[in-house]
């Protein structure tokens, strides 16, 4: 690993983090209880632990995913030229590939790459920062908020060594910063519940509220889930008297404020709304509809039974593996979203003792409104592990709340349960770490091809000949070129998912003849050399790739 400036702000944050663990360290002494202390003391090192896992060597898995290539291209685009690949200016929903994409993580990381460059860890850094934050964040709600600091202890470390959340915050997906925001949003919410200061529950309100409305920019299977999210809060808050008519009223206002511009685009997508710019900010018209897509949206299809037995096999992969043999990169299978095998009973557990409970507190119910409400993906959206993201954060929640309920009953299983869990994440860390593990063909990444981009990045080539199983993405994450030229020069085929044919000096599939010729770069796989006579051209060979270009 490579010292790079970027890594200033990941030593802020530790450097912040730890200042606010230590304080809770020194609160933790007051407890009269040895036992509540031994909770919260190891809940608190865990925390340091999971803090590291989520900001250590962003750069591994070296390369990047497609997605996350042509998100990293548009944040390089928006943060030094405010228009996106399309010339447009701060969409509230990119068009990247045709069929769009999350503007949310976008928007986070554009400032990161702006002042420290477009790099696989640069892009990262805002979803491993907002990770890292989110548990800290849930940690100190549960310990504000609940008096059993054994639960506190549970729910937390659960989601601290989560496999999934791990992985999904050393990962720069558009959808993956959702589920974060989601919880945060939540979070407040129980926070206002407990706050007795009329001013600060308004504030807690319209912050939970508001976060709840943000998180909708930044995946959009979440609008199938917060609305049913926010009517449930809004009727369990009313019902339980946690809130007033006024303050309910200012929550909508707020949540309206942020989110009309995203009202408005789903007029765009489903009731033929034209595109509109107010200011800088285009709601744009997407070439492809994506209320179309029947792999997402189940009832999109006209066969919504033979779309649900597709999803069958996916679904138990899902629940056996933890992975749905495709995301790869933010699951490894038998680890899973959360351990799967182990911490399934678990969470089954947790469900049926939470009905059970009769003495459950506001942060138990409000934690499983949010569980309640992210279920229905399981019935409206395709089975993927991406596309039921806002489920795993309440499933590893939950798993948490069943080992809580398992040893409060049972208080022996507390040492058997720390240590299957830590020699469970030990394992983890161990595969994940492992470069082994990632090999190609595993996942998506662009890995292979990085070197030969970088090569001729650095050289004045006319024109650039790259295979055609390379995708424009993952060349403009390494070399990206202004987006006016792009925009004025890309050549495109697909529908819903349009690739690049050439653009600039770039062209996707090798002419039949390879010859030299002026100021002209072939990138070929090195299987191909032996084909080619290599007479009157320099050649640079990497692991994976052969660069040809002719000599002066």
């Not at 990047?64 to 943060?79: H, R, V």
């Not at 008519?245 to 511009?261: F, H, N």
Request: hydrophobic share 50%; net charge neutral.
């Amino acid at each position: 690993m490579i010292f790079q400036d970027y890594m200033y702000i990941q030593i802020l944050f530790f450097i912040l983090a730890l200042l606010f663990i230590g304080r809770e360290v020194w609160k933790t002494r007051s407890y009269p209880e040895k036992q509540d202390k031994t909770h919260l003391y190891i809940t608190q090192l865990v925390l340091v632990i999971g803090i590291i896992v989520r900001l250590y060597n962003l750069d591994y898995m070296d390369g990047a995913n497609l997605d996350e290539a042509m998100a990293g291209y548009e944040a390089w685009c928006l943060g030094n030229f405010g228009i996106d690949s399309h010339m447009t200016s701060f969409p509230v929903y990119m068009k990247v590939w045709g069929s769009g994409m999350s503007a949310l993580y976008i928007y986070m990381a554009a400032p990161f790459v702006k002042l420290f460059g477009l790099s696989e860890g640069v892009f990262r850094l805002p979803m491993s920062l907002l990770g890292s934050f989110a548990i800290l964040f849930f940690y100190w709600v549960l310990r504000k908020t609940q008096k059993d600091t054994l639960l506190t202890a549970t729910m937390t470390c659960i989601l601290a060594i989560c496999p999934w959340h791990i992985m999904k915050s050393r990962y720069g997906l558009d959808a993956m910063v959702a589920p974060d925001l989601i919880l945060i949003g939540v979070c407040f919410i129980i926070l206002a519940c407990y706050l007795t200061v009329n001013w600060q529950r308004c504030t807690a309100y319209i912050l939970g509220f508001g976060i709840l409305a943000l998180s909708a920019y930044g995946y959009a299977v979440s609008w199938v889930v917060l609305p049913v999210l926010v009517v449930a809060l809004f009727i369990y808050l009313l019902k339980k008297k946690l809130i007033t008519t006024k303050q309910i009223a200012g929550s909508i206002g707020v949540m309206l404020l942020i989110a009309w511009p995203l009202i408005y685009f789903a007029g765009v997508m489903y009731l033929g709304f034209g595109e509109v710019k107010v200011g800088a900010m285009t709601i744009p018209q997407l070439e492809f509809n994506r209320a179309d897509d029947t792999g997402t949206f189940i009832l999109s299809s006209n066969n919504i039974l033979n779309e649900i037995k597709i999803s069958i096999p996916v679904i138990a992969k899902l629940i056996l593996l933890g992975t749905d043999g495709i995301s790869n990169e933010i699951a490894i299978p038998y680890f899973g979203v959360f351990y799967n095998v182990i911490s399934l009973p678990l969470l089954g557990y947790g469900i049926w003792y939470f009905f059970r409970s009769k003495d459950r507190s506001n942060s138990e119910d409000i934690l499983f409104i949010m569980l309640a409400s992210a279920s229905v993906l399981l019935i409206l959206i395709g089975a993927s592990l991406v596309h039921w993201n806002l489920l795993w954060l309440p499933f590893s929640i939950f798993s948490g709340y069943g080992i809580y309920y398992f040893t409060k009953s049972f208080s022996p299983a507390k040492g058997l349960f720390l240590s299957t869990f830590s020699i469970l994440f030990l394992l983890f860390l161990l595969a994940y770490f492992n470069a082994k593990t990632f090999k190609p063909g595993f996942t998506y990444y662009s890995h292979m091809i990085k070197q030969s981009v970088l090569f001729v990045r650095d050289k004045d080539f006319d024109k650039i000949y790259y295979p055609r199983d390379i995708v424009h993405s993952t060349v403009l994450f390494f070399d990206p070129v202004d987006p006016y030229t792009f925009a004025k020069t890309v050549k495109k085929t697909g529908e819903s998912i349009q690739i690049a044919d050439s653009y600039a000096n770039v062209e996707f599939g090798l002419p039949e003849q390879i010859i030299p010729q002026k100021n002209t770069a072939y990138v070929v796989s090195n299987a191909m050399v032996g084909n080619i006579n290599l007479e009157g051209f320099n050649v640079d060979r990497n692991a994976y790739y052969t660069i040809l270009w002719n000599k002066d």
